[in-house]
């Protein structure tokens, strides 16, 4: 081990550099919503995939009771995870992408990303197939002024996944 290796090893002990989180703050310029929506159609499946659960009844084995618990507990961590996700792509979008240009396009910007957020939130905490869907719709309508601030209009179509929810997609010339 060099001797500058050995110093630099020992400053990092001493004194430990904070770790840093940036999707991109070059910035790269690359940016789509996609991420949010499909975060989105997940808590939906989730939270159908939970309530179609049957719950086992007075006579069910340990093993089907383990089966259900072991269901419900992964269910329930994919809703979240994915909760936070989408939540983190937008509010990635938020800071990185939608500048002050874009609210004089879309004025009601900040309090649709402000309430997506709180929506992405509620959609963790619950088991609540409207604040799922209600997160979707943000998501989806954050896409539509993303994609409208490139140009581009969009289109609303049942997405190709077993939510079969609508889903926002920019339409290429």
Same mark, same amino acid.
């Given at each position: 081990?060099?001797?500058?290796?050995?110093?630099?090893?020992?400053?990092? $002990?001493?004194?430990?550099?904070?770790?840093?989180?940036?999707?991109?703050?070059?910035?790269?310029?690359?940016?789509?919503?996609?991420?949010? %929506?499909?975060?989105?159609?997940?808590?939906?499946?989730?939270?159908?995939?939970?309530? %179609?659960?049957?719950?086992?009844?007075?006579?069910?084995?340990?093993?089907?009771? %383990?089966? !259900?618990?072991?269901?419900?507990?992964?269910?329930?961590?994919?809703?979240?995870?994915?909760?936070?996700?989408?939540?983190?792509?937008? $509010?990635?979008?938020?800071?990185?992408?939608?500048?002050?240009?874009?609210?004089?396009?879309?004025?009601?910007?900040?309090?649709?990303?402000?309430?997506?957020?709180?929506?992405?939130?509620?959609?963790?905490?619950?088991?609540?197939?409207?604040?799922a869907e209600d997160l979707l719709k943000a998501t989806n309508?954050?896409?539509?002024?993303?994609?409208?601030?490139?140009?581009?209009?969009?289109? =609303?179509?049942?997405?190709? !996944?077993? =939510?079969? $929810? %609508?889903?926002?997609?920019?339409?290429?010339?």
């Amino acid at each position: 081990m060099s001797l500058l290796y050995s110093l630099a090893r020992l400053l990092d $002990r001493i004194s430990p550099a904070r770790i840093a989180y940036a999707h991109c703050d070059i910035p790269c310029g690359i940016y789509d919503p996609h991420h949010a %929506q499909l975060a989105a159609h997940t808590v939906v499946r989730m939270v159908d995939l939970i309530n %179609q659960l049957e719950k086992p009844g007075p006579n069910a084995t340990a093993e089907q009771r %383990q089966e !259900y618990t072991n269901k419900l507990a992964r269910y329930i961590a994919t809703k979240e995870q994915h909760s936070e996700i989408a939540k983190s792509e937008l $509010r990635i979008l938020w800071a990185d992408y939608f500048k002050p240009d874009h609210l004089k396009t879309f004025p009601e910007l900040h309090d649709t990303m402000w309430k997506a957020l709180k929506t992405a939130s509620k959609a963790r905490q619950e088991i609540n197939l409207q604040a799922a869907e209600d997160l979707l719709k943000a998501t989806n309508d954050i896409a539509s002024m993303f994609w409208k601030t490139k140009g581009l209009e969009t289109i =609303t179509t049942k997405a190709p !996944y077993p =939510t079969e $929810r %609508q889903t926002v997609y920019p339409k290429f010339k």
